[in-house]
């Protein structure tokens, strides 16, 4: 079986940075894309961003400028850097990693709140 468990979040005020991590555990074969998610109170989950194997990335343009999505494969862990956090921000951010064998695998995310 394989895990990822995130780490990170937490409350912070408006204008603030939080740097999420996500790891996988386990036996694991080769990761391909890695992403995050999040998902406000009454919303659907929503794509963040994405990185590729090739370390090509992908940013919902409500993040972009504000956020960054890194890969350390060695570590098998995805980063998300969040820079000037708004309120609109505020949710649980939910890792996600596509791996060889297992598919897509979720983490149980990770609540972040942005206070005004």
């Known amino acids: 079986q394989v895990q990822l468990v995130e780490s990170g979040g937490g409350s912070v005020q408006a204008g603030g940075s939080l740097r999420l991590s996500c790891a996988a555990s386990g036996r694991i074969f080769t990761i391909n894309s890695m992403g995050w998610y999040r998902q406000a109170p009454g919303k659907q989950r929503e794509l963040v961003a994405t990185?590729?194997?090739?370390?090509?990335?992908n940013l919902a343009d409500s993040v972009k400028g504000r956020f960054t999505i890194s890969r350390d494969n060695a570590k098998n862990t995805v980063y998300l850097q969040m820079n000037s956090l708004e309120p609109e921000d505020t949710a649980v951010y939910y890792c996600?990693?596509?791996?060889?064998?297992?598919?897509?695998?979720w983490g149980r995310g990770t609540q972040v709140t942005v206070s005004s």
């Open positions: 990185i590729t194997s090739g370390c090509s990335t």
């Open positions: 996600n990693q596509h791996i060889t064998y297992y598919g897509n695998v």
